[in-house]
Structure formats: structure tokens, C-alpha cells
């Protein structure tokens, strides 16, 4: 039996992990490892491995009804053509990068046409000065990390972005001495320190043959990102921005302009009924924000919610119009990782090399179309794409910036800071065996947890009993790798109880 099989790559985080998934003439799905991939070297995380379950086929829908995709498009072009859309005061759209660079340069054509922007939803760029932005898009080449003296590391990459533990490791192997400055003890690093970020310069030794690994994601704190631009400059070191979506540094290259938003903003515009359209490209706020039944009831405020998309995610069941494309691994087109290396999905069947889809890209030209604009095809935007966004990391050029940074906070009586360590089933709300969430032998005996037992969660918005596995990390935090109901925020404070 012959078979599809499509060289891409993992849509969980900006590593860029490359892989093959064979589908059979029934559509089954299945992962092989590629080799020649320089991002992996062959490898691939447990999310990487869970891709197929990942892979749910989107269905068009018009007003909670199966369409066609034509019929969606139209639908959606109607909507866009009212009154508020021309005058675009009450539009949003938003591309975090979970798709090729060619649909998300057809989506920018779609914001041209509409007047307006496609906002990639890190609202942190839109803070800083823009000489910082190339330093946050593309970082220092994975390959480089293996070959500096030091590595200070802001990231728990075990949890958050499991193939850079292979690239740390064969740092230390070839002699770096690895600090980890994170939320718990690393086993990976050398030493493990909880210092106070104005000392970070003084004692974490770094130099310019060192590199800082960190990260930038929709709900990071600018103030923290101000620090580690401040961090690299100073000393010199080389510095990569880890990020959670396959084309973040494309889209970052590819759509940004003046006014961006970051996706809390863009659910306050909505909440506060500033925002009144909605029009999202692979991207679900309901799993982006961290309070998901808070950010479904935002969205139903909309008047219109248009979903494109390539999967069955939980923002198709409440939007107006779902136009659906082809599966990420089946669409032609590029992502750029996070060291700026362009990779090219490419399709076989049989011996042959064929195009891969362009459903996506045909489906944004016609809605372009009937919005007035020009039509699109592949090949153009794959070229445009080719001539504009190649880039390399270039050492820091701007100049120390102001900061203040988020303040964690100590803790009374029988509270916690709760922290979300996001990882790609996180952001993605897939469900993994993470049913457990991090305490330290301090909070163990403060609450008299028993062994096997459960602790005791609150907040305003909820509460959960959950299990809990003992860590070295300062007192005071519970980190979880899952979203948990009491959650409001990337840190929110809830009470704490040993469940009898
Ligand atoms: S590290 Fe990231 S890109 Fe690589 S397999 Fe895991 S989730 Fe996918």
C-alpha cells in the first residue's frame, strides 16, 4: 500500500525539530525520526512523538453549522466588509506562528487590505525599542550553544523545551560550566542558584564566549525581557529568546508593525467591547490565555469570531465562521526556527516528490479577493519569503534599557505562588501525565502533605485537588507544567491545604 509521507516540522516549539509523519490510505498518522535534521539531529520529545493525536483535521463551519470552504470564505468576507471593518477601529487579527510564513504573508496581505496590522500576539515587542528586536527574533545557532564557556540558563528546558537538554549537555561535554538561574534544581547544570536579579551580573560569570538561554512568550513580563537584553549587553554574552510557536521568529520577521498587541491585550479590547471582530490564523486564545473558561466567555462577546485554521482546536466550537485548511505537516511552505534557519516541508509519494497543499493559502487569496485585494499564489509568497526574511543573529546594538521587573513576591500563611512552567502540551491544552504539580520539602511539612497524598488549591476562580512531587526550589512556589483551574495568570497566588 502506498503511503503519504511528508518531511516537516514539530509545530510545538520554536526548535524547529524536523520529522517525517507517514499517512496511509486511511489517513492514519505516524511519526518517523529524520536524521538529517540539524535542529534534532533524529530526535524527537514526547510531544513530538504524540503528533498524530495533535493532528485533528479542522471542518469548516458557518454559524455552528458544516459548510463548505467556499461558503466559509464568502461568509467571512461578508462579515469583514461591514461598516466598523472599513473604518478598522474595531478589528483585530492575530498569527502567533503556528503556521508556514507563506499563509502568514497572505494573512498580512488580508491586514494590508483591511488597513490594518496582524498581531503576533507578543505584546513585549511592541515595548521595546525596535534596535532589540533582532536580538529577540533570531538567537545564537543551536550548534554554537555546544561550543561556549558558560551557559546561564533562564529556561527549565527539561519541562519547557526538552531538546535543548541534548545541546546543554554537549555544551558540558566540551567543557562549558552550566548555571541554571530557573525555578527549581536542574540535574543538568553544574550548580543551580536562586539569586536576586540586580546581582545576576556580578555573580553568574558570563562573558562573551558565554551564552544566556531564555525565553519570550505571549504572557512574559516585559520587564523581565528588558533584564536579559540588559544581561547580554553588559556582558557580552550571546543570547537566545527560546519561543513556543514553530514560526514565532517568521512571523515576528514577516507581520509585525506599528501598534502591536499582545493576545491578554487583545482579550481586554474585547472584554472591554473595543475590540468587536475577531479574525485569528492558527491560533486559539482559548489555549493561549491561562484561564481558558475566562478566555471563552471573552471571546463570546465578539460579534464576529473567524477562525482559520488547521486543527480542531476549542475556539472553532464557539466561532462564527471556521474556514478550514490542509494539516500543518500537508501545507507547502517554510518556518523559520529559532536560530533564523529557514525549513521547507516537502511531500513524497511513492518516489516522487510532489507539491504539498496550498488549501490554506488558496482560501486567504480568495478571501483577499473578495475584499478587494490581489489574488495570491504559493510560489510568489514562497518567494517573497525567500528574498525577505532570512536573518542571523546579530550581536546586541541597542542600549541599556530601563527595567523593573514582575515581582514575585513572598508568601503568608497558608499561600503559594502558583507558577505555569509552559511546555507544548500547555500551550497547546493537550493532555499529557503531568497530574502533578512541584513543592518544596518546606511547603511539605508547613502543610503536613502525606506521602501519596494530595494538596489543596484555591483562588477566586476555583479550586482542584491535586498530586504533588517534591523538589529543590525556594519556598513559597508551586510550579505546575498543566493548566489548573485555579489559575488566573502566568503567576497567581492561591491558598494551600494538605487534602485529609
Ligand atoms: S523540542 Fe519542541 S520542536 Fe522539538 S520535538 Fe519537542 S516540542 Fe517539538
Redesign the pocket.
Known sequence: MKEMIYQT?????????G?YIRENEDGKLAVDFMKSSS??LG???????K?PYHYSKSVSMVDGKKASVEYAVKIASDRLSGEDVCVNVNVALLGVGNTTNEESLAFNKIADRMGTIVNTGMGVYSELPTECHPTVGVGVTLNDIENVNRIALFVDPYIQ????VRRILAARKNGAYVVSVGLRDLHLADENRYIDPDLYESELGLDSGSVIITELHPNTDTGWVRRMLNLALRTQAKILFMKPF?NAAGVDLLCKGAGQKGIPEIMDGINEGNIKTLVVLDSDPIELMPDSDAAAAILKKLDNLIVITSRDSPVNRIADVVIATEPQYAKAGSFMNVEGRLLNNVHVYGDNNLPSGTAGIDALSTLNQYLGGEAMDYQTLHNKVLESIVRKYTKPKYKELACQVLDIGPVEGQKGNLIYLYN?FMWFDQPDDNDFVLVNMNMVKKLGLRKGGMIALGSDVGTVNIRYRVENMPDGLILSARKLPVATGWITMVSTEAVL
Open positions: 516540522v514539530c509545530p510545538g516549539c520554536n526548535m524547529g525539530c520529522l535542529a534534532n530526535k524527537l520529545c514526547r510531544f513530538g512523538m503528533l523545551y526538552p531538546l535543548l514553530v507544548p
